[in-house]
């Protein structure tokens, strides 16, 4: 059996989590909470970052969310979701890469740290200006999300990948802690509703932050 | 034939330079100063990041040196970098990770703001308390490294790997930049040397990037 380390809120063992749903891979979660910067925890992964998944023996730790996501693409057969050609995996990684760099640099970061660390462990208000330039990059991240659904069913293509569940993983933490209005984004809007009735992301949208509430839409399918 | 947009400092386009190197893939460098943000640019790649790579006649667009990296391991038999069982494929990638964000963000990305970006377009001089701080993460890092080479030939293992290349082109760059001191890490140090002495290596190693000059050691392979 498989362990992920995660908090509820981290958006790269989200992305992690969808993926292995999506391969009906099993595992049970163990709460981590990286901000705590647990000895045992470090010893494993000395960048102290979620998430980490260790089998029961710990004979095989695995860290990266990019590196665990190739890992099980690579040793499961079921739902390919890095797949086609060479160039069609090159745009799959390049938009996971995307949301995992300049989508969570822009938006996801900037709100995590303003309305989940500073209410978790500063105790300290969020700073609106920072809040406001988050939700106006948001809104230029659905432009372009907008511009790739207008010529594709998924973002990377013709079919579901990795990129979509990348991009879900990011937009849901973002919209749990009230940063995304999707208003003016129809595509993306349709889009993320389609991801949100799956299977895979069911348990995640159900789960709650300690003392930090998610807006009344969050996890309906229908918003 | 492949064009590769970069710039000499680019610790990104280092590592990719360094894969198609061992690979034995023919490219002509084009140089692309992100910072002027140069629409045809942008067009083709929306992040405004460098490396990307195009065939000339533009049909295939490569983006993100992960998304590049993998492109070529996947395309190419020669010289595996990305090589072994999934465990150690997953080593691989968490080490490139490792440098591409820890490493980066610690040592070089400050590196290059107040020693690069700072001189070429801000013009303002650098601030003594970054650099140090820098320089004592880059000690810290070593350390770790150090730790791996007394377990292991490689970064990741017994055999070179795009752990090493990734390493060597933040560590490179960061040389450039004069934020390196190798005392106290003879064994970084000689793993260093042995890539510095690489047929790949040694064209990165003799550019230089106008009016930034690096250390006198900067690219001797005794040092």
Redesign the interface.
């Known amino acids: 059996m498989w362990h992920l380390f995660q908090f509820p809120l981290c958006p790269f063992s989200r992305k992690v989590r969808l993926l292995l749903g999506e391969k009906g891979v099993g595992y049970e979660l163990v709460r981590e909470s990286p901000w705590q910067r647990r000895d045992e925890f470090i010893d494993m992964n ?2 102290g970052q979620t998430p980490v998944m260790t089998q029961a023996d710990r004979d ?1 730790i ?3 969310s ?3 996501c ?2 099980f693409e ?2 499961t057969d079921k739902a390919q979701l890095i797949g086609g050609t ?2 069609n ?3 799959v ?2 938009l996971v ?2 949301f995992d760099h ?1 989508f969570y640099g822009d938006v996801v970061a900037p709100l995590m740290h303003e309305r989940m660390k500073k209410r978790l462990v500063d105790r300290a208000a969020p700073d609106a200006r920072i809040l406001r330039e988050a939700m106006k990059n948001a809104h230029s991240h659905f432009d ?1 999300l907008d511009y790739l659904l207008d010529h594709r069913t998924w973002l990377a293509g013709a079919t579901l990948s990795l990129a979509d569940l990348a991009a879900a993983a990011h937009i849901s933490v973002a919209d749990y802690l009230g940063g995304i209005d999707f208003k003016g984004h129809e595509l993306v809007k349709r889009w993320y509703a389609g991801l949100k009735s799956r299977p895979s992301f069911r348990p995640l949208l159900s789960e709650r932050m300690e003392v930090i509430k998610p807006p009344e839409h969050y996890d309906k399918v229908d918003f």
């Open positions: 000395p960048t095989l695995l860290i990266d990019s590196a665990i190739e890992y690579e040793t060479a160039a995996r090159a745009e990684r390049r890469s995307w300049q372009y």
